[in-house]
């Protein structure tokens, strides 16, 4: 139980152009999905908080209109990378905390964003 | 930033225990610890958690000492496969549920 998906799991893009990174939890319900980015030998920094229905949390220095966050439904949150540039090149993962298990996150297998 | 202390690197031979330390001076007594490992490329896997009793389960033991300053994570019979780096987290779930990484051990088993 408790599985997190990530589409796609690796993606190059030209400079300029918007990719969108879907996170689906796929045998339970989450109100509360996390983003994450983690550069080459570093740990994991999140980016920001996505609520079902509601706006996302954004991190100090996390610019909202680049990395739009979407979280529709209580199965899936969307990150799109919008205008990409060679420095968004990274491993983004997802997190979802399960409705009836509000302490511990399930993680996805992450995507490795590379922008040419 | 990560509240939690934990030694860069560890070896461990295949088939012995791996015992992974984590220090957590200032932990507050609403925090848990919790223990994450993250395989090279792959999204961090959850391994266990406590607040302040001793813990087990299939994938390993967790032991936090009594004044809960430090903890150990215990995998009883580390195989290649639990070669990974291993995060010890404090988390508390009045701070919006939010987990700050550390650096974590990155841990070797070795044949």
């Known amino acids: 139980g408790a599985v997190v998906s990530q589409h796609p799991s690796r993606v190059i893009c030209k400079s300029g152009t918007s990719v969108k990174i879907e996170c689906r939890s796929l045998?339970?319900?989450?109100?509360?999905m996390f983003w994450y980015r983690q550069f080459p030998k570093q740990s994991l920094m999140l980016m920001a908080t996505?609520?079902?229905?509601?706006?996302?949390?954004?991190e100090q220095g996390v610019e909202k209109d680049k990395f739009l966050i979407n979280h529709a439904s209580l199965t899936l949150s969307t990150l799109t990378v919008t205008s990409a540039h060679p420095e968004d090149s990274s491993f983004y993962i997802c997190?979802?905390?399960?409705?009836?298990?509000?302490?511990?996150?399930?993680f996805g297998p992450g995507t490795r964003l590379l922008v040419l | 930033d990560a509240k939690t202390t934990q030694p860069p690197s560890m070896d461990c031979a295949e088939g012995r225990a791996a015992n992974l330390p984590c220090n957590h001076s200032?932990?507050?007594?609403?925090?848990?610890v919790y223990w994450y490992r993250q395989i090279h490329s792959q999204g961090p896997q959850y391994i266990i958690h406590?607040?302040?009793?001793?813990e087990t389960n299939e994938m390993a033991s967790l032991i936090i000492t009594e004044d809960r300053k430090s903890s150990t994570l215990i995998l009883p019979h580390a195989t290649l496969r639990d070669t990974a780096v291993y995060y010890c987290?404090?988390?508390?779930?009045?701070?919006?549920?939010?987990?700050?990484w550390g650096l974590g051990t990155s841990l070797a088993v070795n044949p």
């Open positions: 200032t932990i507050s007594g609403n925090e848990y």
């Open positions: 406590g607040l302040k009793n001793n």
């Open positions: 996505s609520n079902e229905g509601s706006k996302a949390t954004y």
């Open positions: 045998d339970f319900q989450a109100t509360t």
């Open positions: 987290i404090l988390y508390n779930a009045g701070n919006n549920r939010k987990l700050i």
């Open positions: 997190s979802a905390l399960p409705l009836t298990d509000q302490e511990t996150q399930y």
